[in-house]
């Protein structure tokens, strides 16, 4: 008989248990390979795959945007669990690059869903960590009987804002989206059962430092590339190798459980060295993880929700699965979600 945990309601705080009925991705089919890079940078494949374990990453179509992914894995997430976009309540999108500055990508979204009841809210400055976020957002408004589903997607197109000269950070970087559907559920000991939020000011690491309005965007500014995703290697390894494994041991703990019960890690993909390295930090089998950042590379808010999706299509997550959820994200935010899972729909409400 299957024994699940016995989560101190205290503790999370949540007075109606909350899953995940669906998820969706949406990967770009232009491949961008190492010898795209070869070609226009002083780099090597073989310097690329030995500090990133990145193979090759997706970029989107210059007809293609933010909105765009989002709407594709949305739909996909919405029919994959049975939910009309009529009878979603809110969409959250985690990104750090929408559309535009205003109006929100979330209301594109809405809008282009046809969702005409849902509220759109942007998570627009929480970066990789955005899906943590956005889930533990979207898990409190369903605490409320008036909301009964909630998407949440994370997505970045972030060859629109690397600087294609800094071999240093844009050969990581890919394209792509995920999004999963929060409904309620019947039993407390499924779903959502523990997170752990964490942060520290950091503008050393990773950021964009121009054009908001402590430093707005001149002509030479242009000129001098600060409007692009600038990211400092060792600084962000340094805060990730810290933060990541220390953010999931405590949403387990929280849980009542230990990181050797944990059936499935789906972490962020920043490349592959950082996420092992991680994993042996935890004493973690990498049999428990999918990667797929040798393949997308490092598609931002998109990498964590595409692991999931891939983890439960392929079933490397199965019915009641321990999960657990994490990421890393510029400035610096981080997060991680200790999950039950279930594919059986009479789980939900």
């Known amino acids: 008989m299957l024994t699940v945990p016995k989560v101190d309601g205290v503790k999370n705080g949540l007075i109606y248990p909350v899953g995940i009925m669906g998820t969706g991705i949406y990967i770009p089919e232009n491949i961008i390979n190492n010898d795209y890079w070869e070609e226009r940078l002083d780099t090597t494949s073989n310097w690329i795959v030995e500090k990133t374990g990145i193979i090759e990453r997706r970029h989107i179509s210059k007809d293609i945007s933010t909105s765009d992914m989002c709407i594709a894995a ?103 989206c995920g999004a ?95 996420i092992q390295h991680v994993f042996d930090n935890l004493g973690v089998d990498s049999e428990k993880t999918l990667f797929n950042v040798h393949k997308y590379g490092n598609t931002g808010a998109g990498t964590i929700p595409t692991v999931l999706h891939e983890a439960i299509i392929n079933k490397k997550i199965k019915n009641r699965d321990l999960v657990s959820l994490a990421g890393i994200g510029a400035g610096f935010k981080w997060g991680s979600l200790l999950i039950r899972h279930s594919s059986d729909s009479e789980d939900f409400e």
Request: net charge neutral.
């Open 74 to 176: 949305g739909q996909e997430a919405l029919e994959r669990c049975g939910i009309d976009a009529k009878d979603l309540d809110a969409i959250i999108i985690a990104t750090i690059t929408p559309d535009f500055q205003l109006p929100s990508t979330a209301l594109i979204v809405k809008e282009k869903l046809k969702a005409d009841n849902a509220i759109p809210l942007d998570l627009t400055q929480v970066a990789c960590a955005g899906v943590v976020f956005g889930v533990y957002l979207g898990v409190h408004l369903l605490q409320n009987k008036q909301f009964n589903n909630v998407l949440v997607i994370g997505a970045d197109a972030l060859s629109r804002i690397y600087n294609p000269k800094d071999r240093g950070s844009c050969v990581f970087f890919g394209d792509g």
């Open 180 to 274: 999963m559907v929060l409904h309620r559920m019947k039993d407390k000991s499924m779903g959502i059962l523990s997170w752990d939020i964490g942060s520290k000011f950091n503008i050393e690491g990773a950021g964009v430092s121009h054009g908001g309005a402590k430093y707005p965007l001149s002509q030479q500014d242009f000129n001098n590339g600060k409007h692009y995703l600038y990211m400092e290697g060792k600084e962000v390894w340094k805060e990730a190798v810290r933060a990541l494994p220390a953010t999931i041991e405590r949403s387990i703990h929280k849980g009542g459980l230990t990181v050797s019960q944990i059936d499935f890690f789906a972490v962020h993909q920043a490349n592959k060295r950082l």
